[in-house]
């Protein structure tokens, strides 16, 4: 059976293409299935289910149960669909597809993997709706189960050229060094754009980059793997502005997650880093604050949740989408690449 988190995603878009400027315009949908490009890659996305679930068994019932437990949570797939759709944007035939589907599979492992990580680093106790894995299984079982995730990951990235697996290792570089510039960063009210750009660009934006970089150059599409590069970066950048705009504003059922998780925790994220700029109250609450619940948390989230404040942050992520927009608007016409132009727009749109 097809991904049902998937196809309730792909359902969602409308269709859309991008004129000679790489601005997004509507046309008008003829068939459910035509006017949904990401139907398109529907045999891709069923091919790469079916070996993501191989890949996360083991024969160690713990640590399959964990992977299941996480992987098969309700999560968007969002990483291996963007990488098939650049692929097939890119002219990738059926030659390499395999090669394709494991390099879409090895970024949704790695994303697992560090949801794991950050769930143990955070404490974080709910992940899509659910009790985290953290919870249910301690810290040592999901450290290794995560590791393993890893190393799933690079088995299957262990067969391409060398310079693919650099790309996909370099990305693992900048997702551990991103995760410990935010952790230096933590309830530092002295946080800046350019540092919250720093982390953001290496733990969520590497991944939609290396993703791209990849795909480009499995099509065949050696000149565009650049641009794809610049086109997974602003992506990236433009989802995780989007996502910590969302954990402010909620709901809970929504985002799977409570509200202000990241404040509680003392992330640095977007709405902090810009309220923080822009009202010295802010700084004086976040230098009190425990995490807690309480009135000055929830004064906290009052004050984040300013409309002037909610807009620069958007202003901000769709910044991004215009150049993810012009950056695409390189690409030859064809489906694939009017899916990818919705997927970028639905990004920015998500719940506000």
Same mark, same amino acid.
């Given at each position: 059976m097809p991904n049902p988190t998937y196809f309730d995603s792909a359902a969602k878009f409308n269709c859309c293409t991008l004129d000679c400027v790489g601005?997004?315009?509507?046309?008008?949908?003829?068939?459910? #299935?035509?006017?949904?490009?990401?139907?398109?890659v529907a045999a891709e996305m069923r091919r790469a289910e079916d070996k993501l679930a191989e890949l996360i068994d083991s024969r160690e019932a713990l640590i399959a149960e964990i992977c299941r437990y996480l992987v098969n949570a309700g999560g968007k797939r969002l990483r291996p669909t963007f990488v098939l759709l650049i692929y097939r944007a890119c002219g990738g035939g059926d030659a390499r597809l395999e090669d394709a589907i494991d390099a879409a599979i090895a970024m949704e492992l790695i994303h697992s993997a560090t949801l794991l990580h950050d769930d143990i680093i955070d404490a974080g106790t709910v992940r899509r709706g659910k009790p985290s894995a953290f919870t249910l299984y301690g810290l040592g079982p999901s450290l290794v189960a995560g590791d393993y995730l890893f190393a799933r990951a690079f088995e299957l990235c262990g067969k391409f050229e060398d310079e693919l697996v650099r790309i996909a290792a370099q990305a693992c570089v900048q997702l551990t060094e991103g995760e410990v510039m935010e952790g230096r960063l933590r309830r530092n009210e002295q946080v800046t754009i350019d540092d919250y750009l720093g982390v953001i660009s290496r733990k969520t934006a590497s991944l939609f980059r290396a993703g791209a970089q990849v795909a480009a150059q499995l099509a !065949? $599409?050696?000149?565009? $793997?650049?641009? +794809?590069?610049?086109?997974?970066? $602003?992506?990236g950048l433009a989802?995780? +502005?989007?996502?910590?705009? @969302? #954990?402010?504003? !909620? %709901?809970?059922?929504?985002? !799977?997650? %409570?509200?202000?998780s990241d404040l509680r925790a003392g992330i640095p994220s977007l709405p902090v880093v810009l309220g923080v700029e822009r009202d010295s109250r802010l700084s004086k609450l976040?230098?009190?604050?425990?995490?807690?619940? !309480?009135?000055?948390?929830?004064? @906290?989230?009052? @004050?984040?949740?300013?409309p002037e404040l909610v807009e620069r942050a958007r202003a901000m992520a769709l910044e991004q989408v215009t150049v993810a927009r012009k950056t695409l608007a390189e690409l030859r016409p064809s489906p694939y690449r009017d899916s990818l132009a919705a997927l970028i727009e639905e990004q920015v749109h998500r719940e506000l």
């Amino acid at each position: 059976m097809p991904n049902p988190t998937y196809f309730d995603s792909a359902a969602k878009f409308n269709c859309c293409t991008l004129d000679c400027v790489g601005n997004l315009k509507q046309i008008s949908p003829v068939n459910h #299935d035509r006017a949904n490009p990401l139907h398109i890659v529907a045999a891709e996305m069923r091919r790469a289910e079916d070996k993501l679930a191989e890949l996360i068994d083991s024969r160690e019932a713990l640590i399959a149960e964990i992977c299941r437990y996480l992987v098969n949570a309700g999560g968007k797939r969002l990483r291996p669909t963007f990488v098939l759709l650049i692929y097939r944007a890119c002219g990738g035939g059926d030659a390499r597809l395999e090669d394709a589907i494991d390099a879409a599979i090895a970024m949704e492992l790695i994303h697992s993997a560090t949801l794991l990580h950050d769930d143990i680093i955070d404490a974080g106790t709910v992940r899509r709706g659910k009790p985290s894995a953290f919870t249910l299984y301690g810290l040592g079982p999901s450290l290794v189960a995560g590791d393993y995730l890893f190393a799933r990951a690079f088995e299957l990235c262990g067969k391409f050229e060398d310079e693919l697996v650099r790309i996909a290792a370099q990305a693992c570089v900048q997702l551990t060094e991103g995760e410990v510039m935010e952790g230096r960063l933590r309830r530092n009210e002295q946080v800046t754009i350019d540092d919250y750009l720093g982390v953001i660009s290496r733990k969520t934006a590497s991944l939609f980059r290396a993703g791209a970089q990849v795909a480009a150059q499995l099509a !065949g $599409a050696l000149t565009k $793997a650049s641009a +794809m590069g610049r086109l997974g970066e $602003a992506f990236g950048l433009a989802f995780q +502005m989007i996502d910590d705009l @969302l #954990d402010i504003l !909620g %709901p809970e059922e929504k985002i !799977g997650k %409570p509200v202000g998780s990241d404040l509680r925790a003392g992330i640095p994220s977007l709405p902090v880093v810009l309220g923080v700029e822009r009202d010295s109250r802010l700084s004086k609450l976040l230098r009190a604050e425990t995490g807690a619940d !309480g009135p000055g948390f929830e004064r @906290l989230l009052e @004050l984040l949740r300013a409309p002037e404040l909610v807009e620069r942050a958007r202003a901000m992520a769709l910044e991004q989408v215009t150049v993810a927009r012009k950056t695409l608007a390189e690409l030859r016409p064809s489906p694939y690449r009017d899916s990818l132009a919705a997927l970028i727009e639905e990004q920015v749109h998500r719940e506000l």
